[in-house]
């Protein structure tokens, strides 16, 4: 799932209008998610229904808005919403699932009749009483740097280094703290044969993100050309450790889904043997010793994963679940909340419902009853 979004953004598309003299209609709509590394399957069930819901409203010609975030260079969000509310009923979903594939089909009635009428009125305006997803600004421009890296990056690639140096430089006004344009700095830097300069910047992407392993091997190629073998030898040895760190939790992570956990934790524990510094490691081992039910062992792992990245949403949800079969319900609430806080892609309807069942153990109906609705609408059939 190498898909090179960050942050957030807002976008409205107006697409193909319907007939004026319209009615409900029903319409089918197919999306698929590939399961990433930190993915559970329930996470990429909703992530492939809410793309084919977007597939759906795309036929019908509805507007709409795209959220979209990543962590660690990897989507973990992508929300579509309807501005227009033209949505009246989701009849149908259909799951499929294909090794690391997961499709949906949904059917819903939609009526593009009111799509029209909302379209008249002003294109530029929002309809009433529908307000838009909430903007993090931090996230929107990390989205926008990392979308001009990905450009930079391109550009160097073609040889035009000065194009690519000034989109970096947009870059770095847009996000100062992205490992990933340093990366591409030091790159850039490294093709003009300027070494020294290369490995501070190849240095600075290292420090912001320990687990940029391209940027460990830009810096061990500068330490090579300057004859430096040592340091050039422990970079590559560092680059080497990551990617094979990643590779081991990406196999560890597909064993959980299928809830072979016995058999994930060694690819797992050697991830984390190979590189302590990745947050997903520590966090993939609080899943296993979940799944395993050794709750006290998971509620470790799972602090150990916050320390390293205390937005990581995964890691709250899992202690949310650990405390809730200690039966500590106050600190499964605690971090049910901050799993919807920090990471609302991850905060699933299972969340939700677990987090309302806490509170139905500790006697608060209303709360209780409120996350149960949230659940239901999250899909939560039972």
């Not at 344009?181 to 290292?206: H, M, P, R, W």
């Not at 040895?237 to 934790?265: G, M, P, T, V, W």
């Not at 809730?324 to 609302?344: C, Q, R, W």
Request: proline share 3%; charged share 25%.
């Amino acid at each position: 799932m190498r898909k090179f979004l960050i942050g957030a953004m807002i976008i409205g598309s107006l697409l193909v209008m319907p007939t004026i003299n319209a009615e409900v209609k029903t319409y089918t709509g197919v999306g698929e998610y590939m399961i990433g590394e930190r993915d559970t399957l329930e996470i990429a069930k909703q992530g492939a229904k809410e793309k084919a819901m977007r597939n759906a409203l795309e036929k019908a010609g509805v507007l709409v808005t795209s959220r979209s975030r990543v962590e660690d260079l990897e989507l973990v969000e992508d929300v579509i919403t309807s501005r227009t509310g033209a949505v009246l009923q989701v009849r149908e979903v259909v799951y499929e699932r294909a090794d690391l594939i997961v499709r949906a089909t949904v059917k819903v009635d939609i009526d593009p009749e009111d799509l029209n009428r909302r379209l008249q009125g002003s294109e530029n305006s929002s309809p009433k009483n529908i307000p838009p997803p909430p903007v993090d600004k931090d996230n929107e421009n990390l989205y926008l740097s990392n979308r001009k890296v990905e450009e930079a990056n391109n550009l160097i690639g073609e040889g035009r280094l000065d194009n690519a140096m000034s989109l970096l430089n947009e870059a770095i006004q847009l996000a100062a703290n992205n490992s990933a344009i340093y990366e591409k700095l030091g790159k850039f830097y490294s093709i003009k044969q300027d070494y020294e300069t290369a490995i501070v910047n190849f240095s600075k992407a290292v420090e912001l993100d320990p687990n940029n392993s391209q940027a460990f091997n830009g810096r061990g190629e500068c330490y090579q050309a300057l004859g430096n073998k040592n340091k050039a030898r422990a970079d590559f040895s560092q680059a080497k450790n990551i990617s094979s760190a990643q590779e081991k939790i990406r196999a560890a992570r597909k064993l959980c889904n299928d809830e072979k956990f016995d058999a994930a934790l060694p690819l797992a524990s050697d991830s984390l043997a190979l590189n302590a510094n990745n947050a997903w490691a520590w966090s993939t081992l609080g899943n296993i010793y979940n799944g395993k039910k050794e709750y006290d062992k998971s509620t470790f792992y799972y602090l150990k994963a916050i320390d390293l990245n205390p937005k990581i949403g995964e890691a709250y949800n899992g202690l949310g679940h650990a405390y809730m079969n200690l039966g500590n319900y106050d600190k499964a609430i605690t971090y049910f909340s901050k799993a919807v806080e920090f990471s609302p892609f991850h905060a699933n309807a299972l969340t939700f419902r677990s987090r309302g069942e806490c509170y139905k153990a500790r006697g608060d109906v209303k709360k209780s009853q409120e996350d149960f609705v949230k659940a239901k609408q999250l899909g939560w059939e039972n």
